[in-house]
């Protein structure tokens, strides 16, 4: 039997309920006070432009058919061995990459970007996937959305040519069903987050350095911590020229099978378990001048707006996070019973849930709120939305652990795993502490300027 | 038998050197939980060297024996803490064993320590406190028909399943039930019960986690009479939650040291991160949680009869999500390397977050205290 209304509250039709009466006012009080009280992630689908709306509803169908019922046994599965994928995620990702999951920066026929969603930032298009993706499950979305930050400096360090000779194979390989994935490396061993911060990069010394030979460079060192660097085919990595400093920092697009590349070992992390995360050791390894991307010496620069680019999309990871979190908790409150009654009968729940919400939403009109202006992401709004949404998600992870309790500590309840995922979230892309400082770093303009009153 | 303060010191100097050396080494690979064998082989030796309670009908200082005494109740809490500073699993695998012990005895039938390592116990019902119900029994006959039935339900163990966390070969679950308006206690032999193991936990992975359900025919029911069933189950209810406190601080004092160490040594900004600002602060969060855990176990300190479970609720509602936050600290001065289950840091997050979730979790606890201190009509 489902019940009429919640304890403690009113059924809808009684006298004191004020929903039905709205459909009574008169005819511009109906305008301005009757609602329809849709579900939530419906309210949200209806206030996007219809080609986003649509690119949203396909995501999550994606996600809820492909990701889903494969998140578990990705989170469980023994660590495989760096280089090995299990068959599960392979087969996602051959399907991700045919429906145009790994390609969608860039609009037809060199991505898969629909004509359609051209007027809207691709950062906005970004997040509402991977939101989807992360609500699914947190691994498989890195594993699919590393590879877009490996592209990105393709895309914002190279011309029209640079795009068509590099990234146009990428994404056709997707979206035949083979898939070539792409890593993204700035993280070396002595430089995590000096890698993330210019005065902390201004103080390093860098770790792998680019030493000029005939027709191009040989790249010697490590990196570390890479996202999917395990199974890409190819790498924007950045690297110092040989006797110089960070300011020499310049992307090269490397390819992983060439001689000198090696992925050393891949990490046993807490979660997003189903993508691997690589150490890359480079001995002598030959990248000819043509696979420098933006020009030698630019990849400080090229590094910092590929950053930009990425933490808005992080941030939307976060939500997908506290979505993923409040709608199980929420499940659960529906289905199990205390003293007979559904526990989303009791008042303390229903405060704990409402909270949940309210964080998750919040978060997502933060992050719609700047992705949908990012055609030039700022830096200071997405470190902002970076460190604001993942601390805040990880809240609501908590919250619903704590509102499942005993249960929620087994892994068949998801939040645990859930929590696990969304760890990641405030340390990598900068951890929370950097993006801080990074934000200040790009309002010091305002904040420095003479007699002139700062506006927040 | 009671233990003064000095001595217990001395003992607990002991239990310190026994955790980091031989708990340590077991241990030390954070990624690769002991397996049953080694933990076995580890309590035997915990039990020769009177850590645990040993054969016989005890008497003697190992946890949880002597808590008429303050001496005995801050040596059950150095125990805990420094066992849980090695290895926060087998402290919760010993902790629940000597409670079970400690029942047992209080209910008159204690039980021989050959059993101690397979006996397990869970203190609460299917899930959370029982809102204000289960601190309202405790304290008086004064019930509605409401809280009756929320408190039947509640410890009903054919109706519901109870998560339970425990070496995977345990053979005998304590839990309390419902008998005609009182607690009772049921020893359970795990061929009565109806036991799932579950896939995997969130932490303490040296333990399993289990779906547990009574058969029909479960029986081994032990019924204190009324004043005793409410002593008792808040006695152990208490002693359960200061526990996990204890094993928490354990766990946060290890991944304090352990970050200390990490921000001496890491490098980054052009100094060592310790120097940070950022990182000072966490630092300082972690120093602020283990002190607020230290004082109040330090209050704890006393003999059982003389703790109050409301105050003891309220210790664990106000400081175990600080001890968390705490542990999330730890992760976070270490960067990537946090994230890694072979560093160690995650997994502290992980056992201290699995020690707030059981018994009940922390949520229920603000609704315990309500109804313990009566402040509702
Ligand atoms: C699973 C995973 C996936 C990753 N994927 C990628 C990837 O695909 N590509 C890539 O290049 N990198 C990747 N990273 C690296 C990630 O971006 C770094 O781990 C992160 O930037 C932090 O660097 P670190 O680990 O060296 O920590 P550290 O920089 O050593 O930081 C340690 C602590 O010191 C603090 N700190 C450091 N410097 C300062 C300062 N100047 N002021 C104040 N506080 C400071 C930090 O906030 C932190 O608390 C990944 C990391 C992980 C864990």
């Given at each position: 039997?489902?019940?009429?209304?919640?304890?403690?509250?009113?059924?809808?039709?009684?006298?004191?309920?004020?929903?039905?009466?709205f459909?009574?006012?008169p005819a511009i009080?109906?305008?301005?006070?009757?609602?329809?009280?849709?579900?939530?992630?419906?309210?949200?689908?209806?206030?996007?432009?219809?080609?986003?709306a649509?690119?949203?509803?396909?995501?999550?169908?994606?996600a809820?058919?492909y990701?889903?019922?494969a998140?578990?046994?990705?989170?469980?599965a023994?660590?495989?061995?760096?280089?090995?994928?299990?068959?599960l995620?392979r087969?996602?990702?051959?399907?991700?990459?045919?429906?145009?999951?790994?390609?969608?920066f860039?609009?037809?026929?060199?991505?898969?970007?629909?004509?359609?969603t051209?007027?809207?930032?691709?950062?906005w298009?970004?997040?509402?996937?991977?939101?989807?993706?992360?609500?699914?499950?947190?691994?498989?979305?890195?594993?699919?959305?590393?590879?877009?930050?490996?592209?990105?400096?393709?895309?914002?360090?190279?011309?029209?040519?640079?795009?068509?000779?590099?990234?146009?194979?990428?994404?056709?390989?997707?979206e035949?069903g083979?898939?070539?994935?792409?890593?993204?490396?700035?993280?070396?061993?002595?430089?995590?987050?000096?890698?993330?911060?210019?005065?902390?990069?201004?103080?390093?010394?860098?770790?792998?350095?680019?030493?000029?030979?005939?027709?191009?460079?040989?790249?010697n060192?490590?990196k570390?911590?890479?996202?999917?660097?395990?199974?890409?085919?190819?790498?924007?990595?950045?690297?110092?020229?040989?006797?110089?400093?960070?300011?020499?920092w310049?992307c090269?697009?490397?390819?992983c099978?060439?001689?000198?590349?090696r992925?050393?070992r891949t990490?046993?992390?807490?979660?997003?378990?189903?993508?691997?995360?690589?150490?890359?050791?480079?001995?002598d390894?030959?990248?000819?001048?043509?696979?420098?991307?933006?020009?030698?010496?630019n990849?400080?620069?090229?590094?910092?707006?590929?950053?930009?680019?990425?933490?808005?999309?992080?941030?939307?990871?976060?939500?997908?996070?506290?979505?993923?979190?409040?709608?199980?908790?929420v499940?659960f409150?529906?289905?199990y019973?205390?003293?007979?009654?559904a526990?989303?009968?009791?008042?303390?729940?229903?405060?704990?849930?409402?909270?949940?919400?309210?964080?998750?939403?919040?978060?997502r009109?933060l992050?719609?709120?700047?992705?949908?202006h990012?055609?030039?992401?700022?830096?200071?709004d997405?470190?902002l939305?970076?460190?604001?949404?993942?601390?805040?998600?990880?809240?609501?992870?908590?919250?619903?652990?704590?509102?499942?309790a005993?249960?929620?500590?087994?892994?068949?309840?998801r939040?645990?795993?859930?929590f696990r995922?969304?760890?990641?979230?405030?340390?990598?892309?900068?951890?929370n502490?950097?993006?801080?400082l990074?934000?200040?770093?790009?309002?010091?303009?305002?904040?420095?300027?003479?007699?002139?009153?700062?506006?927040? | 038998?009671?233990i003064?303060?000095?001595d217990?010191?001395?003992?607990?100097?002991?239990?310190?050197?026994?955790?980091r050396?031989?708990?340590?080494?077991a241990?030390?690979?954070p990624?690769?939980?002991?397996?049953?064998?080694v933990l076995?082989?580890?309590?035997?030796?915990?039990?020769?060297?009177?850590?645990?309670?040993?054969?016989?009908?005890?008497?003697?200082?190992?946890?949880w024996?002597?808590?008429?005494?303050?001496?005995?109740?801050?040596l059950?809490?150095?125990?805990?803490?420094?066992?849980?500073y090695?290895?926060?699993?087998?402290?919760?695998?010993?902790?629940?064993?000597?409670?079970?012990?400690?029942?047992?005895?209080a209910?008159?039938?204690?039980?021989?320590?050959?059993?101690?390592?397979?006996?397990?116990?869970?203190?609460t019902?299917?899930?959370?406190?029982?809102?204000?119900?289960?601190?309202?029994?405790?304290?008086?006959?004064?019930?509605?028909?409401e809280?009756?039935?929320?408190l039947?339900?509640?410890?009903?163990?054919?109706?519901?399943?109870?998560?339970?966390?425990?070496?995977?070969?345990?053979?005998?679950?304590?839990?309390?039930v419902?008998?005609?308006?009182l607690?009772?206690?049921q020893?359970?032999?795990?061929?009565?019960?109806?036991?799932?193991?579950?896939?995997a936990?969130?932490?303490?992975?040296e333990?399993a986690?289990?779906?547990v359900?009574?058969g029909a025919?479960?029986?081994?029911?032990?019924?204190?009479?009324a004043?005793?069933?409410?002593?008792?189950?808040?006695q152990?209810?208490?002693?359960?939650?200061?526990?996990?406190?204890?094993?928490?601080?354990?766990?946060?004092?290890?991944g304090?040291?352990?970050?200390?160490?990490?921000?001496?040594?890491?490098?980054?900004g052009g100094?060592?991160?310790?120097?940070?600002?950022?990182?000072?602060?966490?630092?300082?969060?972690?120093?602020?949680?283990?002190?607020?855990?230290?004082?109040?176990?330090?209050g704890?300190a006393?003999p059982?009869?003389?703790?109050?479970i409301?105050?003891?609720?309220?210790?664990?509602a106000?400081?175990?999500?600080?001890l968390?936050?705490?542990?999330?600290?730890?992760?976070q001065?270490?960067?990537?390397?946090?994230?890694m289950?072979?560093?160690?840091?995650?997994k502290?997050?992980?056992?201290?977050?699995?020690l707030k979730?059981?018994?009940?979790?922390?949520?229920?606890?603000?609704?315990f205290?309500?109804?313990?201190?009566?402040?509702?009509?």
């Open positions: 039997m489902t019940a009429s209304h919640l304890s403690g509250h009113l059924p809808a039709d009684h006298a004191l309920s004020p929903a039905w009466q459909k009574r006012f009080g109906r305008m301005l006070a009757d609602y329809p009280a849709r579900d939530l992630w419906d309210t949200d689908f209806a206030r996007l432009p219809a080609p986003l649509r690119q949203r509803l396909r995501a999550r169908e994606f809820e058919r990701l889903v019922p998140a578990a046994e990705l989170d469980l023994p660590h495989a061995a760096a280089g090995t994928c299990h068959p995620a087969s996602i990702l051959a399907e991700a990459g045919r429906q145009g999951w790994l390609s969608y860039l609009p037809r026929p060199l991505g898969s970007m629909a004509w359609r051209l007027p809207y930032a691709p950062i298009q970004s997040t509402l996937i991977v939101e989807e993706f992360s609500r699914a499950c947190g691994g498989l979305m890195l594993l699919l959305s590393a590879h877009h930050l490996g592209v990105m400096p393709l895309v914002l360090g190279g011309d029209l040519g640079t795009i068509l000779r590099f990234v146009a194979p990428v994404y056709r390989a997707c035949r083979d898939p070539h994935l792409v890593a993204f490396a700035i993280t070396e061993p002595g430089a995590g987050s000096d890698a993330e911060d210019g005065h902390g990069a201004s103080l390093y010394h860098p770790g792998v350095i680019a030493t000029p030979t005939k027709g191009g460079y040989l790249l060192g490590r570390c911590y890479i996202s999917g660097g395990d199974l890409a085919k190819t790498a924007t990595v950045f690297a110092a020229l040989q006797g110089e400093g960070m300011d020499s310049t090269f697009y490397v390819d099978t060439a001689p000198g590349f992925v050393a990490e046993l992390k807490m979660g997003m378990r189903a993508s691997g995360a690589a150490d890359l050791e480079f001995t390894m030959f990248v000819p001048t043509d696979r420098i991307i933006g020009g030698l010496r990849g400080w620069a090229l590094n910092r707006a590929t950053l930009n680019a990425s933490r808005i999309p992080v941030a939307s990871m976060a939500v997908g996070f506290a979505r993923a979190a409040t709608e199980t908790a499940e409150a529906r289905r019973l205390l003293g007979g009654k526990l989303i009968h009791y008042q303390d729940v229903q405060l704990h849930l409402a909270t949940m919400v309210a964080e998750t939403r919040a978060m009109s992050v719609w709120q700047e992705a949908r990012a055609w030039r992401p700022r830096q200071l997405a470190s939305c970076k460190f604001h949404a993942t601390d805040r998600a990880q809240h609501v992870c908590e919250m619903a652990m704590d509102l499942l005993d249960h929620g500590v087994q892994h068949e309840q939040v645990e795993k859930i995922d969304v760890r990641l979230t405030r340390i990598f892309e900068g951890t502490q950097i993006n801080r990074s934000m200040m770093e790009d309002w010091q303009g305002q904040l420095l300027a003479p007699d002139r009153p700062v506006g927040v | 038998m009671y003064e303060a000095d217990a010191k001395l003992l607990l100097a002991e239990v310190g050197r026994f955790a050396e031989r708990i340590g080494s241990v030390a690979r990624e690769t939980p002991v397996d049953v064998f076995d082989a580890l309590t035997r030796e915990a039990r020769e060297l009177g850590i645990l309670p040993q054969e016989g009908a005890g008497g003697g200082f190992g946890l024996e002597g808590t008429d005494d303050a001496g005995g109740m801050a059950s809490l150095g125990i805990l803490a420094h066992v849980g090695a290895n926060a699993g087998i402290a919760v695998a010993w902790h629940r064993s000597a409670l079970a012990r400690w029942l047992s005895a209910l008159g039938a204690p039980f021989d320590a050959e059993d101690l390592h397979a006996t397990t116990l869970v203190p019902g299917h899930f959370g406190l029982a809102r204000t119900a289960a601190a309202r029994w405790i304290k008086s006959a004064d019930q509605s028909d809280e009756v039935a929320l039947a339900d509640w410890l009903d163990r054919t109706a519901h399943t109870t998560t339970v966390i425990a070496p995977s070969p345990w053979s005998t679950l304590f839990w309390p419902w008998r005609d308006g607690i009772a206690w020893r359970a032999d795990r061929s009565q019960l109806t036991v799932t193991r579950l896939d936990q969130h932490g303490l992975d333990l986690a289990f779906a359900r009574a025919g479960a029986s081994g029911t032990a019924t204190p009479d004043g005793a069933s409410r002593a008792i189950f808040g152990v209810l208490a002693l359960d939650m200061i526990g996990l406190l204890a094993i928490a601080t354990g766990a946060v004092t290890r304090h040291e352990m970050a200390r160490d990490f921000a001496a040594l890491r490098t980054q100094v060592v991160i310790a120097r940070h600002p950022a990182v000072q602060q966490m630092l300082s969060e972690i120093e602020i949680a283990r002190r607020q855990a230290e004082a109040a176990l330090d704890f006393k059982i009869g003389d703790i109050d409301g105050t003891v609720a309220a210790a664990r106000g400081t175990h999500p600080l968390c936050h705490a542990a999330n600290q730890v992760v001065i270490h960067g990537g390397i946090g994230y289950r072979d560093a160690g840091a995650e502290i997050v992980r056992d201290v977050n699995m979730l059981m018994t009940g979790g922390t949520r229920e606890a603000h609704a205290v309500a109804g313990w201190t009566g402040t509702f009509a």
